[in-house]
Every structure is written in C-alpha cells, then in structure tokens.
C-alpha cells in the first residue's frame, strides 16, 4: 500500500471521529460482565467459555450481540471475547456525551486489557450520522483511534468496484441558526450505502 493511500486511511478517521474527544464510557470498565445464551460450555481448568445461540454480553453501556461468543479469562477476571455470527453487533456509550458508538462485522474480538475492538469481514463503524465501511476496522475504546483497511484478496473482475474503504461524513451544525460546517472530503452519492440494519 502506497503512502498516499495509508493518509487518507488515517485522515478519513481522523475527520470522522474528531469533532470532539470520543472515550468510551469509562464507568464500563467497573462494572460486572453479564451474558446470556442458548447454552454455554464452560472449561474452568483453562479459563474459556463458548456460549451459543442468540449470545447477548452487557457491561455497562457496551452491548455485543452474535451468534457464538468465546470468552477467555485470566486471574483478574474478563479479558477476551470473540464473537462470531452473521453480523455480530457492538455498541458502547461514550464518555459524558449522549452518543454512542455502533459498529458491525462478521466478527468481533475484544480485549478489555487492551481496550481494543477488532471487526473484520464486512464492517461497519458508526459515531452519530458518521459511518466508515472496510473490510477490517481497529478501534481502541479509550483513545478513540480508529484504523480501517480494504480486502486485499478481494476478486477483482472486469468492470466491478475494487474494494475499497467507505466513509460518510455529515456536516455538524454549530448552533441553532448558524451554517453547518462543509466537509472536507467529498461524500459518498446520495444512495450508495445501505441503511444499517438491527
């Protein structure tokens, strides 16, 4: 990947998600992790739960919804979870601010020790109006820094779209009866992303 298209990765993230500071709900961290599943298998020896069906995991604001969620654990209590499904869905309030943060993919791998959300296959991150679209996205839940990929393997026949990183960046008002502000980067024609679907 050339260096001009690894700035623009960092520039759309950058104008997407810097209107103003993005932490995530930072009461999260202190409160107890609560899942619920069809059935579940538990490995006490080596720390690892596998729950299955119609899977829900609520900590605070953070919800993550999937069809299979793998949880590891070390001595401190809940570390990892990897979800898996046919679009897994994460969502988490941010800090003193009445927004939340959605994202979608066909998997999702958290770590709390690294506050790291990883979604890969067809994901899709949303804060507000704004949306990003690539094939993997990384996204720490402290420091808001998001990294979004393209499919590098995806098939490239004649006369398709390549795969490539999508982002919609809508204007902020600033106040009631001022202009809002123009967006930097050009958007996406009206039309060519899909409402989200829950």
Not at 72 to 91: C, H, I, L, M, P
Not at 110 to 126: C, E
Not at 137 to 161: H, L, Q, R, S, W
Request: proline share 5%; net charge positive.
């Amino acid at each position: 990947m050339n260096l001009f298209k690894k700035s623009i990765f960092v520039s759309i993230g950058l104008l997407l998600f810097s209107a103003q500071p993005a932490l995530a709900e930072l009461a999260d961290r202190s409160k107890p992790v609560n899942l619920e599943a069809d059935s579940v298998t538990v490995d006490d020896l080596h720390k690892v739960s596998v729950y299955v069906g119609n899977v829900s995991l609520l900590q605070g604001t953070m919800v993550l919804r999937a069809d299979r969620i793998e949880v590891r654990q070390d001595g401190e209590g809940f570390s990892k979870a990897t979800a898996f499904g046919n679009q897994v869905y994460f969502r988490q309030k941010r800090d003193n601010v009445d927004e939340y943060v959605e994202g979608y993919a066909n998997r999702i791998d958290m770590d709390s020790k690294q506050n790291t959300v990883l979604l890969t296959g067809n994901a899709r991150l949303k804060k507000g109006a704004d949306e990003l679209r690539g094939n993997t996205m990384n996204y720490n839940t402290i420091t808001e820094f998001f990294e979004v990929k393209n499919d590098p393997n995806a098939v490239k026949t004649p006369g398709a779209t390549p795969s490539r990183v999508h982002a919609v960046i809508r204007p902020k008002l600033k106040g009631a009866g001022e202009a809002a502000q123009t967006p930097s980067l050009p958007l996406q024609p009206a039309g060519s992303l899909q409402p989200a679907r829950e």
